[in-house]
């Protein structure tokens, strides 16, 4: 059985160093980054491929270009459709996937079972005071971002679900968030926490640029970075830990509290951000 990792790289390689050494760790057995540039000639492509020397990881391909919704399940399709047999790990570059045996062996029982894909959902990781700090190398991201819990979908208001390993063969729709084909692995049996680590250094700039941008094109999108944009600007640029909707705790690579997510989630997936094939 063969198992890559795929993922999507742009504007920003602070995460990717972490991302990397997390799922080689994992026995992955090639790490494949498809970029994303705003432009041909950007600096940023150097960057990218120096760090993915040094963790051994392969360009699957290249698009510049503006980012509409579209651009995403095209780039992770390039490196999936011609391998439809093959395992896909399907994480973007803030996405943590965190499995309860290891992964080998995990996706060998999906395989047996006859199933084609695995769900998730995204614990969202925060600073212990809410900001959003500088991301440092040398630290690991699980000690800088010490707390787990819900932020994604009770402040942005954004699907918060997430296909996390797939087949080559199936279809994915916009953000890995369902699947359009295949049998995937019954939620109640298996659903995997996806830590996101996308809260640090210059967040609300990026995500007034976001806003900016995908009202322009016209993409009803944008209200999702608008409502934490809001949100900052009236909690003093942080978010307010001792909020007991957001479910925040002490966690290392285990959330405490995901039992409690997952039934959460698997009571009310509408709520969650669910959508059928």
Partial sequence: MNI???????????????????????????????????????????????????????????????WLQSVNPFLYAQSRDKRPKDWFILADVDEFQVYPRPLRQFLGEMEKAGYDYVEGCVIDRIARDGSFPEVKQEVPLWEQFPLAGMITYPLLGANIQKVVAAKGLVKLGPGQHFARNGIGCPREREYIPVHHFKWFKDLVVRLRKRVEFYKAENESIWAESQRFVDYCETHSGRIDVSDPQLLLVESAKDYVLWDQVKRMVLAHPAAAGRKSA
């Fill in 4 to 66: 890559h990792l795929v993922t999507v790289v742009g504007s920003h390689i602070d995460l990717l160093p972490h991302m990397l050494r997390h799922y080689r760790e994992l026995g992955i057995d090639s790490l494949v980054l498809n970029v994303h540039l705003e432009k041909y000639g950007d600096p940023l492509y150097e960057s990218i491929l120096e760090v993915a020397k040094t963790y051994d990881a392969k360009i699957g391909c290249v698009f510049a270009g503006k």
